[in-house]
């Protein structure tokens, strides 16, 4: 079985996509809005089959739901064959959304928290991209996307601290030069730097008044939201975005220019 998808024939793999509030979900819906087919991978294997039947439910769409740990080589790999076994078309496009929040003060960080934050943000970028990129080579066409964060450019000063800010730094050298390897394959790669987005990443360490404060000092006067992120995500995977590689798109309502 094939479907026709907004770029051909071609799935996009979209992780950290199982929370209703979150970037991933709202992308992997967008992707289905756009005509793709999409796999959602996430650590909570129920919440991204549930999430993947809304989504599949409300655009008529081909959607998967998958349990997948971004920091376990074998748990991507056997995604990669379900995936392959599924009928539906070869992945075209990764959005590497999966990761976590970490506001612990650094001399207050032990290395169990340093190690955990690395793993999730940065090792499991690099997985899912080595994972998923043959699949792009062999059939032509790829796009990747990876979630940076404005934290990685000034140093904090949002919500998370030095582990999260060093391992979304490590996102921006991972992706500059992924894509100057996979130019010549004619797959691009490119990194998202938001600023404060409303998502439950920040659930039950925040509250009402920190929020507020958060949305004042941006200078559009709000937080961004899970679809503003995920409009630039499937923009950089179109053929428009065709020659857009190992950039850093800004996205944070003016918050941090650079």
């Not at 959607?63 to 070869?90: F, K, N, W, Y």
């Not at 949305?215 to 939201?225: D, F, H, W």
């Not at 992120?229 to 020659?243: E, I, P």
Request: charged share 15%; with cysteine; net charge negative.
């Amino acid at each position: 079985m094939s479907y026709q998808t907004g770029v051909g024939q071609r799935t996009a793999v979209v992780t950290g996509g199982a929370s209703p509030r979150g970037i991933g979900f709202a992308t992997a819906r967008r992707f289905a809005a756009e005509g793709w087919a999409v796999a959602l991978l996430d650590l909570d294997g129920p919440g991204a089959e549930a999430a993947a039947d809304k989504i599949a439910s409300e655009f008529h769409a081909p959607v998967v739901g998958l349990a997948a740990d971004v920091t376990d080589q074998e748990s991507l790999a056997g995604c990669a064959r379900a995936l392959a076994a599924s009928g539906l078309p070869p992945v075209g496009a990764v959005a590497a959304i999966a990761g976590v929040a970490s506001p612990t003060p650094f001399l207050e960080v032990d290395l169990r928290e340093w190690h955990r934050v690395l793993d999730v943000n940065l090792t499991g970028t690099f997985l899912t991209c080595q994972t998923f990129l043959p699949q792009m080579i062999e059939h032509g066409y790829g796009r990747v996307v990876t979630m940076s964060s404005v934290s990685a450019q000034q140093g904090g000063g949002v919500f998370s601290k030095t582990p999260y800010s060093a391992a979304k730094a490590g996102v921006l050298g991972l992706t500059r030069s992924l894509a100057r390897e996979m130019a010549p394959h004619g797959i691009t790669v490119n990194a998202l730097s938001p600023g404060v987005v409303d998502t439950d990443i920040r659930a039950g360490a925040t509250d009402e008044e920190n929020e507020a404060r958060l949305a004042a000092a941006v200078p559009l006067g709000r937080q961004g939201s899970p679809d503003d992120v995920a409009a630039l995500v499937v923009f950089l995977c179109s053929r428009d975005a065709a020659y857009i590689t190992g950039t850093t798109q800004n996205i944070n309502g003016g918050s941090y220019i650079a």
